[in-house]
Each structure stands twice: as structure tokens, then as C-alpha cells.
Nanobody, 127 residues
């Protein structure tokens, strides 16, 4: 079984920054992908970013390109999402998810690719 735990959310003013963390435990293979998603009330879950844990390839959703950066620490089995220049429209519950498929691609911004999910964490951006 795989467990993912998000941390680092909270309330920030527009233009501010937050860093989310996703700690992965329970499965020991090294080849997997971590994705970050978000869901605002009344909206569908949106792919924010993803990273392959075996190399440094990443993808970003159009709405966050240039503002968010995903990174990983393999030794800590943790993935980070640095969010800069936050906007009120970034307000949502943010989730991290894991996929153990060996193939990595832009389709990893699609929620249905992922089998394992964290519980989610709230990010609120004030105007």
C-alpha cells in the first residue's frame, strides 16, 4: 500500500508564495510519477504539475507555468511544489497522487492516471 501526505498549505495574500510538500511511503520501487492536482468548489480536478522520480522530466498546467515549480528529493521520498505569485484563482484543495507506471508523459496531468492519492490540503489566496 502507498501513503501520500501533503503539508504546507494555508492562507496567503495575492502575490505571495507557499511551498507544498508530498511525502510518499509504503512502496519501495524508484520508478514512479508524482502529480499535483487541485480542485476548487464546483470545478473539476485540474492537473497542476507532475514529475518523474527517476529523472527530472516535468510537466505543468498552462495556468501555473512560470509561477509554480515542482521538485523532488528522492532520499526523502518527498516532492515539493513551490508556488509563487499566487492569485486568488489558485485557491483550491491541492492533492498529490502517485502512479507506478514506468512510462511518463504529459498525460500525467490527467487525474485518472493515478491510483494513489493524498488527503488534500487547503490553499487560500486572499485578494
Amino acid at each position: 500500500e502507498v501513503q501520500l501526505v501533503e503539508s504546507g498549505g494555508g492562507l496567503v495574500q495575492a502575490g505571495g508564495s507557499l511551498r507544498l510538500s508530498c511525502a510518499v511511503s509504503g512502496r519501495t520501487i524508484n520508478e514512479y510519477t508524482i502529480g499535483w492536482f487541485r480542485q476548487a468548489p464546483g470545478k473539476e480536478r485540474e492537473g497542476v504539475s507532475c514529475i518523474n522520480m527517476n529523472d527530472r522530466r516535468t510537466y505543468y498546467g498552462d495556468s501555473v507555468k512560470g509561477r509554480f515549480t515542482i521538485s523532488r528529493d528522492n532520499a526523502k521520498r518527498t516532492v515539493y511544489l513551490q508556488m509563487n505569485n499566487l492569485k486568488p484563482e489558485d485557491t483550491a484543495v491541492y492533492y498529490c497522487a502517485a502512479d507506478f507506471d514506468l512510462v511518463f508523459g504529459p498525460y500525467h496531468l490527467i487525474a485518472s492516471r493515478y491510483e494513489y492519492w493524498g488527503q488534500g490540503i487547503q490553499v487560500t489566496v486572499g485578494s
